[in-house]
């Protein structure tokens, strides 16, 4: 009997070891799988959210915490959104927590901004927090500098402010900041364009601001444009004037241009003359080759005499005699003046005689001034040959 209680014992003893590990086994699962502090925050804050949810999330790997926390935020500042949907939202890749604190935002200043559209606004990829802020506050834009030309050629650099108020409504599909700045520096080149005179712009900057908000340049985008104001403008280079240079210049490389074909064409011109000229004398050599032939052909058949062949052989060396003593009277000459002209006096011109003491076509007293003694040296032996010619041409045709 004592045996059987003995065992009896032992069983339940094992049993309720058992049991207790399976308790506590669970237990440690429980710990593992179920966030208490996160599940004990919530219910104590009014938002809450049943174990079943938070061991979904952690199973889908859900950042429990951020969608316990912002869940505890939304429902404190009273707005209507469910666990689903910040989950869903986190799970779509969006920020959770911009998207809460737009809504507060939202509900606080009375904007119209629904769950779903704060949603949506977020994964478009803009910054729905920061879009609710600047529907209370404006925000400031700030452009480059811009440049512009007015009518008289002067350019005026300009820089301004846009002071925008984000819109709700176009969040979604309207343009952001670069289209409010290109459209702002679009307005104020067409203004400064416009204008007569750039002083009219320095004497009156408000003409830019009017012109542009009456454009209506903020459709299609994000934001109303509240006001534009201009920061600085400053006077830069005058267009008009280098585009006078530049025209100018290019004139002037077209007509250097022209100048050079045109050099180009004389100097062709030129060598074809050089070598029409080249020819030409290769022409009168040809011909001066044929003279001798000539000459021999009339002796022989007797159309000249040998009188008539040394009558010109005379010529000849007379003519090239008076050449040589022409070359040498204007070397003499051209010295002579280059001398003179260095010392400042102006050489004595001769008025009835020619090169080498002959006398000129146009003398009308030869015998006024006396000869030169070369001139009249070589004047005698051309006489005296000339006899001697005469002499043998008469003893030959005796």
Not at 361 to 379: H, K, V
Request: with cysteine; proline share 3%.
């Amino acid at each position: 009997m004592f045996l059987c209680n003995l065992n009896l014992s032992v069983g339940w003893i094992i049993g309720l070891s058992a049991i207790a590990l399976i308790v506590l086994t669970l237990i440690i699962i429980m710990l593992v799988l179920v966030p208490f502090r996160l599940w004990f925050r919530a219910m104590v804050s009014s938002a809450h959210i049943s174990m079943i949810k938070l061991i979904g999330m952690k199973l889908r790997k859900v950042d429990c915490q951020l969608i316990t926390l912002n869940y505890i935020t939304a429902k404190k500042a009273g707005l209507k959104i469910s666990v689903d949907e910040l989950e869903t939202h986190f799970m779509a890749g969006g920020n959770v927590e911009n998207v809460v604190k737009a809504l507060v935002a939202a509900y606080s200043a009375n904007i119209d901004l629904t769950v779903s559209k704060a949603k949506a606004i977020d994964l478009a990829g803009r910054d729905v927090y920061q879009a609710v802020r600047n529907t209370v506050v404006p925000k400031i834009i700030e452009t480059p500098e811009i440049s512009a030309v007015a009518k008289d050629g002067i350019e005026l650099i300009v820089k301004a402010k846009v002071t925008v108020i984000s819109n709700m409504l176009m969040q979604i599909s309207g343009a952001g900041e670069d289209t409010i700045i290109a459209r702002v520096g679009e307005g104020i080149v067409t203004t400064v364009g416009s204008t007569d005179s750039h002083k009219m712009i320095l004497e009156s900057p408000e003409l830019i601001s009017a012109t542009v908000l009456q454009k209506g340049l903020d459709r299609g985008t994000a934001y109303y444009i509240s006001s534009l104001d201009i920061a600085d403008i400053d006077v830069g280079r005058n267009i008009d004037a280098e585009l006078n240079i530049a025209k100018a210049e290019a004139e002037k490389r077209i007509a250097q241009a022209k100048a050079e074909e045109r050099k180009s064409m004389a100097i062709a011109a030129e060598n074809e003359m050089k070598a029409r000229v080249q020819e030409m004398r290769a022409e009168v050599i040809r011909a001066e080759a044929e003279v001798p032939k000539a000459l021999a052909k009339a002796l022989s058949m007797g159309k000249i005499s040998v009188n008539d062949y040394y009558e010109m052989q005379n010529i000849q060396a007379d003519t090239a005699m008076r050449k040589s003593l022409s070359n040498s009277e204007e070397e003499k000459i051209e010295k002579m003046t280059a001398n003179k002209d260095r010392s400042g006096l102006r050489p004595p011109m001769p008025s009835t005689t020619s090169f080498g003491g002959f006398p000129s076509m146009g003398a009308t007293n030869p015998t006024s001034q006396p000869m030169n003694p070369l001139a009249a040296r070589f004047a005698a032996l051309a006489a005296a040959q000339r006899r001697n010619n005469t002499d043998s041409d008469n003893n030959t045709t005796k």
